[in-house]
């Protein structure tokens, strides 16, 4: 009957390495999954929560969208970085009513899509984070139930790197 916590944890980015390495199709696919779902998500999300008293948005989007990177297609890193600009103009406009809205900006984390990933690759992204090794998916689950839960009452607005420290190495 009601929506406490939304979660919105989509990706695509192509088969090809490189910023300018994309066709068409590409940059239609990496924006309707990257950008265009979690903002309609969102918004209905939102609308969803207001008449129950509020809740929690949570957009999981991707360091690329801080810093970029650059094995990453760039219609992948906009999309991901427009997700930060929807959650922040989301989290101004709700407030009041009680949504709060967040974003989770992962580094590279070991998930079921990564099953298949040569171990050159993994050492290499899991190299990128200051810890040294990629995340698992239960240390960005952790962020996530935090931001969904009422122990973050008063965050909105804010993306979060969970990202073992890649971002602050990136000058």
């Given at each position: ?29 990496m924006?309707?999954?990257?950008l ?31 810093n ?43 998930t ?12 290499h ?47």
């Amino acid at each position: 009957g009601r929506i406490d916590a939304s979660l919105h944890v989509a990706g695509t980015q192509g088969g090809r390495d490189g910023a300018l390495e994309f066709t068409m199709d590409e940059y239609e696919l990496m924006t309707a999954t990257n950008l265009r779902g979690v903002m309609f998500c969102s918004q209905y999300a939102a609308k969803a929560m207001v008449p129950t008293g509020g809740g929690s948005i949570v957009n999981f989007t991707s360091v690329a969208g801080i810093n970029g990177e650059q094995l990453a297609p760039l219609p992948y890193t906009a999309a991901k970085a427009g997700v930060h600009m929807v959650s922040k103009v989301l989290a101004i406009d709700y407030a009041r009513q009680g949504v709060r809205v967040n974003v989770i900006a992962p580094g590279f984390t070991l998930t079921e899509m990564m099953q298949d990933a040569t171990p050159e690759l993994l050492a290499h992204m899991g190299a990128k984070s200051a810890i040294g090794r990629p995340a698992l998916a239960s240390e960005q689950a952790e962020v996530a139930a935090f931001l969904a839960s009422d122990r973050a009452s008063y965050v909105t607005g804010t993306v979060i790197p969970v990202d073992g420290g890649w971002t602050a190495r990136v000058a």
